[in-house]
């Protein structure tokens, strides 16, 4: 059974870099024509589509942060991960990373826990 | 490119049918059969209770169903239980493997 599980500091200042960590347990990150993709919710907020890629390294990012995100694989480790740097307040969110159960890379059944990361001096 | 518009909220009693609408425009909605939709309860990671419009994934009840027409998808649950009382998100994709969420919608089973 596929599992992913976010990881990463949890407090962040502001102007600096996040970085998120999704460890995958019970699959591979190569493997063909899987995408794996980042989420966030703010406190008491709906849902955003941060980022996603794909098992071949290609990324696609939302455009309001694109300017400010890298998502890549690391095979060797089995995890992807997600940098957002000159974050601010409204960074805060809870982030999660998920797989989908296919490859079309739209829909989005494997969920990790999240984790919540606050911007805050 | 602007999230999706949902209801923020919407009510039943045990046993009723609701529909959680979403509206899009025709960059996304209206564009590609790639809606789908998510049951968030709280404290929880979302889960797909719908996708390319109107498919279930497998263990999904059929009192879950869902369809599109032009740049509007809609959620409809029937025999409304207990259970059901979550947050749901339609999400569409928006080209280039851009993705868009609805603001999401607060059901309530009364």
């Known amino acids: 059974q596929l599992q992913l599980q976010e990881s990463g500091p949890g407090l962040v200042k502001p102007s600096e870099t996040l970085s998120l960590t999704c460890a995958v347990s019970g699959g591979s990150v190569t493997s063909s024509a899987y995408y794996w993709g980042w989420f966030r919710q703010p406190p008491g907020k709906g849902l955003e589509w941060v980022g996603s890629?794909?098992?071949?390294?290609?990324?696609y990012y939302n455009p309001s942060l694109r300017s400010r995100i890298a998502i890549s694989l690391d095979t060797s480790k089995n995890h992807f991960s997600l940098n957002l740097t000159s974050v601010t307040a409204a960074d805060t969110a809870v982030y999660y990373c998920?797989?989908?159960?296919?490859?079309?890379?739209?829909?989005?059944?494997?969920w990790g826990q999240g984790i919540l990361l606050t911007v805050s001096s | 490119q602007s999230a999706l518009t949902q209801p923020a909220s919407v009510s039943g009693s045990p046993g009723q049918s609701i529909t959680i609408s979403c509206t899009g425009t025709s960059s996304d909605v209206g564009n590609y059969n790639s809606v789908s939709w998510y049951q968030q309860h709280p404290g929880k990671a979302p889960k797909l209770m719908i996708y390319e419009v109107s498919k279930r994934p497998s263990g999904i009840s059929n009192r879950f169903s869902a369809s599109k027409s032009g740049n509007t998808a809609s959620l409809t649950i029937s025999g409304l239980q207990a259970e059901d009382e979550a947050d749901y998100y339609c999400c569409s994709h928006a080209g280039n493997r851009v993705l868009l969420f609805g603001g999401g919608t607060k059901l309530t089973v009364l």
């Open positions: 890629v794909s098992y071949s390294g290609t990324t």
């Open positions: 998920a797989r989908p159960s296919d490859g079309s890379g739209f829909y989005w059944d494997f």
